[in-house]
């Protein structure tokens, strides 16, 4: 039987991955369509990573001293759904490298922590099942996500593709709250 808050977890980064799979490899051509060119594509990829790698390490560290790893893993979450919505607003590459750096900034507060978390609940005769749950989960999720997103985008739009990506993750940040909730 996995821990009640494994299960919180999973379920919920399990929706967060299916929801941010759902722009995937469509990044590129979104960029493209609103003014975009390689560059602008290489800018806003580079934004996300380097606001994500400096502060996922002082997060870290923040969350081993001062500030519950529950409550910035929410905020991580919460701000993530935010900007994901904030993409409807993006109509310039300038205001895609904001989305960007603003996800780099949720993904530092929720990634450390969720690992963190994780490693505190995980059955320890049971972590490498439990590990590739998460690992494993991640990539199908993703990947239906991804499928999904452009079955969305060719019927649909963008615009729908934002909202339910931004429906799909707030569904995974209220779930998430859970683990407020439980004792260990």
Not at 8 to 35: D, H, K, M, Q, T
Not at 42 to 64: E, F, N, P, Q
Not at 95 to 105: H, P, T
Not at 110 to 121: I, K
Request: hydrophobic share 55%.
């Amino acid at each position: 039987m996995i821990n009640p808050k494994i299960r919180i977890l999973l379920f919920g980064s399990n929706l967060w991955y299916l929801g941010a799979g759902l722009l995937g490899p469509l990044f590129a051509v979104f960029a493209e369509r609103i003014g975009g060119d390689i560059l602008d594509i290489t800018w806003a990829w580079a934004i996300y990573l380097l606001t994500t790698g400096v502060l996922i390490i002082l997060i870290g560290r923040i969350s081993d001293i001062r500030i519950k790893k529950q409550t910035l893993l929410m905020v991580g979450f919460a701000l993530n759904t935010l900007l994901t919505f904030g993409y409807l607003l993006v109509n310039s590459p300038l205001r895609l490298f904001l989305v960007e750096a603003g996800l780099g900034v949720a993904a530092a507060l929720a990634n450390p922590t969720y690992d963190a978390l994780f490693s505190l609940y995980e059955d320890r005769k049971r972590e490498g099942y439990e590990w590739g749950l998460q690992d494993g989960g991640e990539q199908i999720f993703t990947a239906i996500g991804v499928i999904a997103g452009g079955f969305i985008v060719t019927y649909f739009s963008f615009q729908i593709l934002f909202i339910i990506m931004g429906i799909v993750q707030s569904i995974a940040t209220f779930y998430i709250t859970k683990i407020l909730c439980r004792r260990q």
